[in-house]
């Protein structure tokens, strides 16, 4: 579908509420959907629904087409239900982005179509609009009286990694930027350019709009009961790659510099050292048990774990932490902690694994990358926090 021309999107009679559904494979779950949300839009408010769907092989479309040709009279008078049909799987963020550019509403309320968004909340996040002149409000699980009901570990452990990704990485403070259910003034993302790369729409709001007042109000989600999860490896990706962008676009500005590119600075370098430890590692073991024959292998790998350590240490004061003093007994109190931060990295990384598989039955090449995550994380934060004395966010 086109996009509609900037004279259309400010014609004068405009709805005072849009409701954007983006679609795909949920024709088991939008007519439930729908009639949630005209149940729930208060009394006397005119408003509009659009669905947004990406040619869902199971006539998603059709569906929601069938749905508004039969409304009753009564409610056809303030509630308007129309689809937008896409050609294929364009993403998330793209759809809701299509779906704003052909809403009428003065306020816009973004959420999913599989049920697992209650469709109650929404007279409250207009009443934090109406009353409380919030700028976008955010339906959080993150906060005092939200939480998350029916999901696994794992797919627990993802999004709340996601989300601490997107806080320290993008200066982000909210407690759930990546909620997929929110509301917001149409006027406050005028003028934005916006990348619809990912699922998360919301994370890109919140970066590039200035100033905008936020407000988080508590919900429970509810993982679905009918179709299946969206979430798979290439949405994975397309999350690397917004927050790559998202981070880069906060870069590029001087007023938007904040501790926070410091911090994944210094990070980066870190695992970069990481990195190259694992190579001096590798190399010195292999050296050692070539030119003598006669040496254990098992003393060989301690000689280059030893080896690599060390390396690690010096890179990461002179590189990493920009710690250029290298009196004796400051550099060597300095080793000897980094020395055991290491040892314990390496113990917290033993235990993840063996938690992992055995009680929580991940496979070991998951358990595996989570674990080392986990340690390499805490390894770098101990470090910069106890050995370089850096204060963790600063």
């Known amino acids: 579908m086109e996009t509609p021309r900037q004279e259309e999107l400010l014609k004068p009679s405009r709805l005072p509420l849009s409701i954007i559904l983006p679609t795909y494979n949920e024709s088991q779950n939008i007519v439930k959907v729908i009639d949630s949300i005209a149940y ?41 239900v129309q689809v937008i049909n896409r050609p294929g799987k364009l993403g998330l963020s793209s759809a809701i982005l299509a779906g704003v550019n052909s809403a009428s509403g003065e306020v816009v309320v973004v959420m999913d179509s599989d049920m697992s968004h209650p469709p109650q909340m929404i007279p409250m996040m207009l009443e934090e609009i109406n009353h409380s002149k919030c700028d976008i409000v955010v339906a959080s699980r993150y906060i005092k009286g939200g939480g998350v009901s029916g999901w696994p570990f794992r797919r627990k452990l993802i999004s709340r990694g996601a989300t601490k990704i997107a806080q320290y990485s993008l200066g982000i403070h909210i407690k759930d930027p990546m909620s997929g259910f929110f509301a917001f003034r149409r006027q406050v993302i005028n003028g934005i350019d916006f990348d619809a790369i990912g699922f998360k729409m919301l994370l890109e709001m919140l970066v590039k709009i200035r100033g905008a007042k936020i407000k988080e109000i508590p919900y429970t989600f509810t993982n679905r009961r009918l179709g299946s999860s969206k979430l798979d490896t290439s949405t994975m990706i397309d999350y690397v790659r917004a927050v790559w962008r998202l981070y880069r676009y906060g870069r590029a500005a001087p007023e938007e510099r904040r501790r926070s590119v410091r911090f994944l600075s210094k990070a980066g370098r870190f695992y970069t050292v990481g990195a190259s430890g694992l190579l001096i590692n590798y190399l010195a073991s292999f050296v050692l048990t070539a030119l003598l024959p006669g040496i254990w292998y098992l003393h060989a790998t301690v000689a280059g774990i030893m080896l690599s350590i060390t390396s690690n240490f010096f890179l990461n004061k002179m590189w990493t932490f920009e710690d250029r003093v290298l009196l004796a007994k400051r550099t060597f109190v300095q080793y000897g902690m980094f020395a055991g931060f290491s040892v314990f990295g390496a113990l917290v990384q033993l235990t993840m694994v063996y938690y992992l598989v055995e009680s929580q039955k991940l496979s070991y090449p998951l358990a595996l990358v989570l674990a080392v995550a986990i340690a390499s994380i805490s390894n770098f934060l101990l470090n910069k926090k106890w050995t370089f004395k850096e204060k963790i966010w600063g």
Do not use: C, F, M, W
């Open 40 to 80: 729930a839009i208060p009394e006397g408010t005119q408003a509009e629904i659009v669905v947004v769907d990406d040619n869902s092989p199971d006539g998603t479309g059709n569906v929601v087409a069938k749905y508004a040709g039969q409304l009753g009279q009564e409610l056809k008078k303030r509630l308007h």
